[in-house]
């Protein structure tokens, strides 16, 4: 029943293609496309403390450069709203963090996170740092350290299996679903990271990991262009020291707002 359910949505899929490609000619150029809203995810929190530093924790840096960043964008650009996934130390299945998303009608997905490695917190040369920008990539899904890391947020939640049982790479409808999104907001997401990366390393001189595309479920889900930034290693002190600082986060707030207003202007909004 699969295999034919799976051949009905494929056919369903190619007469749609083909009916718009012979409608498109005729249909006028639309462009009531307004950028309204941005939704700030401050990853982790609650029982799920995220990864660790020497003395913080990144559920609580995460909190305090998405507050600073809302307050940021509520100033700086008045015509977008912004709406925070979570606004205290408080546990967010990664399923309603998407949820919150959908149902504000979201333009853009900012996760906010921090980076961590295998090599502990102490201090040493050469230990990893940098940002690093992450776009959904459904392909990827059993391949990166990075998915595989944030994605262990699901074990906290009391009805994991269930929330996430239909997230099936092998199902052949899943993967149509997923990719119909994937190519919609592919190119939109990674116009942004791209942005991103141009201020966190051309501004404010930070080194980077770039822009890469990854399975991470939170991301997945969000029906919007969305991005997840590491926005530094936290088991490396001296990126502690910057992540929890005021300048640090005021610097990577203000390297977030110039992307956006770049972006904007990319998309024409």
Known sequence: MRYI?????????????NSFAQQK??????????????????????????ARGSHSFEKNVTLSIALKLKAALDTAITDVKSILTRTD????????????????????????????????????????????????G???LKEQEEAVRENASIFQE??????????????????????AYIQKYRKQSIRFGDLLDDEFTGVDGRESNGVKEQGVLVLAHSAMPAVLI???????????EYLNSDEGQHQIVMSIIRALRNYRKAIGS
């Open 89 to 136: 130390d408080t546990f967010i299945p990664l399923n309603q963090r998407s949820a919150i998303a959908n149902q504000n009608h979201g333009n853009l997905f900012i996760s906010i996170h921090c980076n961590s490695s295998p090599e502990g917190t102490a201090a040493r040369a050469h230990k990893q740092k940098g940002v690093l920008l992450l776009v959904y």
């Open 138 to 140: 459904f392909h990827r």
């Open 25 to 50: 000619d005729t249909i006028p150029a639309v462009t009531t496309f307004k950028f309204k809203t941005v939704i700030i995810d401050a990853g982790h929190g609650g029982k799920d403390a995220g």
């Open 5 to 17: 359910a799976f051949l009905g949505m494929i056919v369903l899929v190619f007469w749609f293609q």
């Open 230 to 240: 590491e926005t530094g290693f936290i088991n490396n002190p001296e990126e502690e």
């Open 158 to 179: 009391k009805d994991y299996k269930q929330n996430y049982e239909s997230y099936d790479e092998s199902d052949p409808s899943n993967l149509i679903v997923l990719n």
